[in-house]
């Protein structure tokens, strides 16, 4: 069934690789290619079929499973959900920044620019007060897992206080000034256990980064926590305005 399904791909442009990965497989798991509970192909299968290379591919699924279309194991692969993800069921959209696509995504691409150079500056500029107390927020966010409404409040800490560590007055007054969209967004995008299982990890790595202060790799670490999250939401909005399309034709 696998190689069936997986023949015929056509190489995909490399400055959207992980985008474009996520956006087929999503498309498939839609049409029920595979069914709820059914495992993927393995990771040397899917990067034949889509011409691409692990840390694509491995992108593109982080994003699925942070919207709750597939479970990782570590280990033991990648499985369709069991159940429809929280997200399909719209109710996550209700205010207006979070419902209009283009909004949404110049936001999440404006925390790319700024935050991807705050937590460098932070990397070089944080003193050993503030990186106990980032490691005391990541310590809390893993133990606050099955707590959403706890959960979220501290990942919003985490940035802001590595907002205000990289000493730059004028960013951190950005970043501020944009809280209350920070919080809807985080809140929001934090429905799933999965999701926050995710951003406890990889905030673990971005404060690994910040005790080397290592500039390039605390970026390099925003970066790829942002980016999943982008990616995540631009394929939960391309599927539901094709099943709004279908029901509407």
């Not at 959900?81 to 996550?92: E, K, N, V």
């Not at 995710?198 to 404060?207: M, P, Y």
Request: with cysteine.
């Amino acid at each position: 069934m696998n190689v069936k399904l997986l023949s015929g791909i056509a190489p995909l442009p490399r400055a959207t690789l992980s985008e474009q990965v996520a956006k087929q497989l999503a498309a498939r798991i839609t049409v029920g290619d595979w069914q709820p509970g059914e495992k993927l192909p393995s990771e040397a299968e899917l990067c034949k079929a889509f011409h691409v290379g692990r840390s694509s591919l491995r992108e593109a699924l982080t994003s699925l499973a942070f919207i709750g279309m597939i479970r990782i194991h570590a280990g033991g692969g990648s499985y369709v959900a069991q159940q429809p993800s929280a997200y399909a069921t719209g109710a996550w959209m209700n205010s207006e920044t979070l419902n209009n696509v283009k909004a949404l995504e110049e936001f999440i691409e404006a925390r790319l620019i700024l935050e991807t150079h705050l937590v460098g500056l932070c990397a070089e500029r944080v003193n050993a007060e503030e990186l106990a107390e980032l490691e005391s927020l990541v310590a809390q966010m893993n133990q606050a897992i099955d707590q959403p409404d706890n959960f979220w409040k501290l990942d919003l800490a985490f940035h802001l206080v590595m907002g205000a560590a990289a000493k730059n007055e004028v960013l951190n007054n950005i970043i501020k000034g944009v809280r209350d969209q920070m919080t809807a967004l985080i809140s929001k995008s934090l429905l799933l256990r999965e999701g926050r299982e995710l951003a406890a990890e990889q905030h673990g790595k971005i404060l690994e980064a910040l005790r080397l202060h290592n500039f390039g790799k605390a970026q390099d670490a925003m970066r790829l926590h942002l980016q999943s999250f982008q990616r995540g939401y631009k394929v939960l909005f391309e599927e539901q305005l094709r099943n709004s399309q279908k029901l509407g034709g």
